[in-house]
């Protein structure tokens, strides 16, 4: 008999098994809903992912560019930042903003050109550099916890794209919570677990007897060790002490995907435009706000 495989977000023993991939297991939690990689990948692998520079962040046909330098303000991608700083003004106690995860410092340039005082973290000394010396902005390089901001820095923290990659959300979002200021905002937007890519490549595997991986080898890989549905984003982010959680669905736009061919591109186009408006949605995004004295 095996041991149970805990649920590294709700503590729960109550998983199984999704895919049993080349590289990896993909696990289910069925008490908080997450799924994850099994067993987690080293953290050197991890972060050798990124020490790769430009191979990763401008060859990866899922990222469009180097999140986005060089698009119009009026690209589909960039108009997510645009949107996602004014409801942050609205709702944020104050200016100071921190951007984990910031790659090159797209969204920090854009934050920092509205008006906000603006910090960075980057893993990836490549893309941190980059931001210091081509956006002048101020970035560490690192995780969040290497950065040791002293406590109520920040009226803002905001994650695009991140709470999946790291090894330990809770940690990551217990230490924001730290540097945020009382009633301070947290804002994560992150790839959705239950989206319709990941319905149609369950179903081709199931219908395969297991033999159609490579849509799944598509979603699932070393990179992304968590995926989130709503309801489970809600409860990790509600587990590390966070109010008011609102957690809701977006898009991912097929102008983000690059470098694949013509006939990928208008796949990726067809499922994107029949998932509007469904549960099926590619992106889910929350806002959150640190508990008050």
């Not at 109550?14 to 069925?30: E, G, H, P, Q």
């Not at 669905?249 to 408006?277: A, C, T, W």
């Amino acid at each position: 008999m095996t041991d149970a495989i805990g649920c590294r977000i709700c503590g729960s023993d109550k998983t199984s098994l999704l895919y049993a991939l080349d590289f990896s297991d993909v696990m289910r939690c069925s008490g908080c809903g997450v799924a994850f990689l099994h067993p987690l990948p080293p953290w050197e692998v991890t972060k050798d992912i990124y020490d790769q520079g430009d191979r990763y962040f401008t060859g990866n046909p899922v990222y469009f560019g180097l999140e986005g330098e060089g698009r119009s303000q009026d690209d589909p991608a960039i108009a997510d930042y645009h949107r996602a700083l004014e409801d942050l003004t609205l709702a944020a106690p104050g200016r100071d903003l921190l951007d984990v995860g910031c790659a090159a410092g797209t969204f920090l340039d854009i934050a920092q050109r509205k008006g906000w005082k603006t910090r960075g973290v980057e893993l990836s000394e490549w893309a941190s550099r980059r931001a210091r010396q081509e956006h002048n902005l101020d970035v560490v390089t690192g995780t969040l916890e290497q950065a040791a901001f002293p406590e109520a820095s920040f009226d803002v923290v905001t994650m695009w794209d991140v709470l999946e990659h790291v090894p330990d959300p809770v940690q990551l979002l217990v230490e924001a919570k730290r540097i945020l200021r009382p009633g301070g905002v947290l804002y994560v937007n992150t790839i959705s677990y239950h989206s319709l890519l990941n319905l149609m490549a369950h179903v081709a595997h199931r219908a395969s007897l297991g033999l159609v991986t490579w849509p799944l080898r598509r979603l699932f890989g070393l990179h992304h060790i968590y995926y989130f549905s709503r309801e489970s984003l809600l409860y990790t982010i509600g587990s590390a002490g966070f109010s008011d959680v609102r957690v809701e669905l977006g898009e991912y736009h097929p102008e983000r995907v690059d470098n694949i061919s013509v006939l990928m591109r208008l796949i990726f186009k067809v499922v994107y435009k029949l998932q509007e408006g469904t549960d099926y949605s590619t992106v889910v995004a929350a806002h959150a706000k640190a508990p008050e004295p």
